[in-house]
Nanobody, 119 residues
Framework: QVQLVESGGGLVQAGGSLRLSCVAS????????IGWFRQEREFVAAIVWS????YYAESKKGRFTISRDTAKNTVYLQMNSLKPEDTAVYYC????????????????WGQGTQVTVSS
């Protein structure tokens, strides 16, 4: 099973930016998709580990960018132009497969990192 540890959350003013990190360990990830959710249920974005292809929730396109560093086994979520409604606990999760976006498809979850956006 994949173990995931998130970091990078914090308090930021509206309009600011944060970059979340998710370090993965425990398995080879070539057949995995790593996703970001908030409040455990709301899909934000995901990246296919093997080829780096990405997909987003429609409402997150343009402000959020997911990427990976294969040498560091790390997936990032760059969040720009943050709004108070982006306040949430953000989780990364691993799905063994491709094209996963439903939370029930993801078998491993991190502990979450709090993001608070003040107005």
């Amino acid at each position: 099973q994949v173990q995931l540890v998130e970091s990078g959350g914090g308090l930021v003013q509206a309009g600011g930016s944060l970059r979340l990190s998710c370090v993965a360990s425990g398995r080879r990830f070539s057949r995995y998709t790593i996703g970001w959710f908030r409040q455990e249920r709301e899909f934000v974005a995901a990246i296919v580990w093997s080829d780096g292809s990405t997909y987003y929730a429609e409402s997150k396109k343009g402000r959020f960018t997911i990427s990976r560093d294969t040498a560091k086994n790390t997936v990032y979520l760059q969040m720009n132009s943050l709004k108070p409604e982006d306040t949430a606990v953000y989780y990364c999760a691993a799905c063994r497969g491709f094209g996963c976006y439903d939370g029930t498809d993801f078998e491993s979850w991190g502990q979450g990192t709090q993001v608070t956006v003040s107005s």
